[in-house]
């Protein structure tokens, strides 16, 4: 877990950086995921659709929330 909580900050700190960067915000709403953060995790997906509509990764990740 304790993992999990370092990526995440690092995930977040390089968000601040570039806040359209879409493989990070894949791999945080991956980690979320993870962490049954679905909440957190639909507003990574969100943004991804809203930067990228036709992204893969976004709609498979979209998929998998709306299943849980």
């Known amino acids: 877990l304790g993992k ?3 990526a995440l900050m690092y ?7 570039d806040p359209g960067h879409e493989k990070t915000l894949v791999n945080k709403a991956q ?3 993870l962490d049954n953060n679905k ?3 639909f507003i ?3 943004k991804l ?3 990228n509509p036709d992204s ?3 709609q498979i990740l979209l998929n998998i929330l709306n299943e849980i």
């Open 4 to 6: 999990r909580k370092e």
């Open 49 to 51: 659709l809203l930067l």
């Open 31 to 33: 980690l979320l995921l």
């Open 56 to 58: 893969e990764e976004a």
């Open 11 to 17: 995930y977040n700190y390089a968000l601040t950086l």
């Open 44 to 46: 990574c997906v969100d």
């Open 39 to 41: 909440k957190d995790a």
